[in-house]
Every structure is written in C-alpha cells, then in structure tokens.
C-alpha cells in the first residue's frame, strides 16, 4: 500500500503544500490516539478535571484547535490560520503563502457518546491582491487547493483532493502512517438515502419540506422508491457515508431564527466538502447556488447545504425552482 508523501509527490503537489499537509496528519495522529484512548486519557464528557498543577483542562475541541494551529504555525509554512475555534484570523510566517480553515473537531457532541468525529480543513493560498487578517480568506471555495477531513470513526481516514479526484488513506497505528486505501471515489449518481436532521421539519423552508415529504412517501409518492435515512449528526460521518456509498446531505437554511437561519459554515465545513463531492462527481448547493461559487464575507459565515448524488441533487433543486421559498433573505 502507498504511503501519503509518494502519493501527493506523483501528483506533483508542491513540496510545501505536502509539508502543510503532513503537519496537519501529525496533529490528526494525536487526536486519533487521545480520542482512541478515551476516558482513560481524560477526554471524554464536556469539561476534563483538573491537572495536577490544578489548572484546568481544556476540552478535547479546545485542545484539537491548539494542537492544529501551533503545528502549523511552527512549519513557518502557513500565512495564517482561521479556525472554527477562534474567533479571528490568527497570522503565521508573512512570507509564507499558505492559508489553512479548519474545523478541528467537528461533530465533538459525539465524543460523549464514542461515536465518530472528524477534523475539516481547507487550503488557500495568499491572495494576489494586498489583504490582512480575515480579508486573506474571503476568497471562493474554487480558489481552495486542496481540502479534505479526518474521520476519527473504528479506523482514522484521510479523505482529500488536491483537485485531481478524491483520495481515502487510512492511518496505521502499527507504523504511524496515513497508507492509501481508496485511489478513486466517486459517488455513484442516484441514491435511496437522506441525511436531515428530521427534528427540524416543522421550520424547514417550503421548498426542503415538499422535497422530504416526497421523499418519505416512497413507492406511493411521485418518486416510486422508498428511502431510507441516516443522521449521525457528525458532518464529517455523514458526509464520509454519501462519499462512500451515495445519498444527499443536507442541512437546510431554516425560519428557526432569522438572525441565524443556516447552521453549517462556509470556509471550513461547505467548502471543502463541496470540494471533495464536485470532485468525486457529485454536487454541492445551497438550493439557489453553487456553494464553492460564494464569495465570502466573513469567516464564519454560515450557509445552507445541499450536497451528494448528482441526480438526486439536481432533483432536490427542482423543488426550489418550484416553490418559492418563505424565508425573505434565501439565496
Ligand atoms: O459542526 C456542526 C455540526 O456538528 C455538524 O457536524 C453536524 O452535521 C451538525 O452540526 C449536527 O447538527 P444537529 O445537532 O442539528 O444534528
Ligand atoms: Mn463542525
């Protein structure tokens, strides 16, 4: 099996970005040990007891983020960081090019429940313009140059593309190293499989609950199928299962609260999965856009996802061309 750094060597990623890349691994490697030896590393529950200097210690989200951004910034490799962890844009060498978003424990409800988590990351290169701090990373998700996860689940997966198709190494904890295990995924184009948080239906947009509802109806309604749906409430899980085995993803802008009607953010969660499913052949919207067309405006921002099988998709958005949507700001 090939190791990672032969691999993105083959594919003439540039010496650099594979060292950006490599430093993120080494960080994903602690996380999969402290995550693997649970509580007997102290990293389950909410908030972890006192050291014995009795300082307290920090949850496992907190520590992903600090182990993330310290190794990147030592590579003097890395421009700036923005880290779902943090509140700004946190500045590295500025001579250096690279720009990394990361989420660095997403899904971190389930480390409670020792069900899967994931670390998201996403790199941009400076632009050519001048810019500083967060005006660096308001830039498309198709100026990205290579994004993928880690899924921390019963194995710790690597799944990335640096734009040449999608790629699934998995981490051998005999030798320490990502080996690849998947050359080529592509998603196959049709599915009979739904991930929606369904507790939400009462607020979805008008256009998400006719399209479930159908859905739901199975060999009796318009799409003579039945489906079936899954929901780990881990987007990277969730994504990884529509990778490997089909479906649509979805989590919907909703009337809940106006000031915040999508949950999932642009820069380091829609964005680089978005990369990953264009890649492997599907698609990734908002129901009204492409999501990697979106020009950014602040790191956080959060944006309705639609993402998975091609057709299934493409079936999705023609229930927004249908029913005009009830939420005033939807684009
Ligand atoms: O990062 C946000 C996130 O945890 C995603 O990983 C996941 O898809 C979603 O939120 C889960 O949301 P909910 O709690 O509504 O199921
Ligand atoms: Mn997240």
Redesign the pocket.
């Known amino acids: 099996m090939q190791r990672l750094i032969p691999v993105l060597n083959s594919d003439h990623v540039p010496l650099h970005l594979i060292s950006v890349i490599n430093t993120l691994l080494t960080a994903a490697k602690e996380i999969s040990h402290r995550l693997h030896q649970g509580s007997l590393a102290g990293t389950l529950g909410s908030t972890l007891d006192a050291n014995i200097q009795g300082e307290v210690q920090k949850k496992l989200d907190v520590v992903s983020n600090q182990l993330i951004k310290n190794m990147l910034l030592e590579t003097q490799l890395v421009h700036a960081v923005a880290s ?1 962890e943090e509140d700004e844009v946190v500045m590295g060498n500025p001579d250096a090019k690279y720009l990394v978003a990361y ?1 660095p ?4 409800s389930n480390i409670d429940i020792n069900g899967s988590v994931g670390t ?1 990351f996403s790199i941009l290169e400076k632009p050519d313009h001048p810019a500083e701090g967060t005006e660096l990373f308001l830039q498309t998700g198709d100026e990205q140059i290579a994004a993928g996860y880690i899924l921390y689940g019963p194995s710790t997966l690597l799944v990335m593309t640096t734009g040449n198709g999608v790629r699934v190494f998995t981490l051998d904890h005999t030798v320490g190293e990502f080996l690849l295990t998947v050359d080529t995924v592509t998603i196959p184009q049709e599915t009979q499989e739904f991930a929606i948080n369904m507790s939400n239906q009462r607020h979805w947009t008008t256009p998400m609950q006719k399209y479930i509802d159908d859905l739901l109806r199975g060999t009796e309604g318009p799409r003579a199928k039945n489906f079936n749906m899954r929901w780990n409430a ?2 990277v899980s969730d994504v990884h299962r529509v990778l490997t085995r089909s479906g649509i993803f979805t989590y919907p802008a909703d009337l809940r609260n106006p000031d915040k009607p999508c949950k ?2 642009l820069m ?2 829609a964005n680089p999965m978005s990369f990953l499913m264009e890649q492997a052949g599907g698609r990734a919207t908002t129901g009204y856009e492409r999501i990697m067309s979106i020009q950014p405006e602040h790191i956080h921002q959060r944006v309705s996802v639609i993402m998975g099988s091609r057709k299934e998709v493409d079936t999705c958005l023609t229930y927004f061309k249908k029913y005009p949507c009830n939420r005033p700001d939807a684009k």
């Open positions: 779902e989420d424990l997403d899904g971190s998201i881990a987007m999932l953010r380091y969660e």
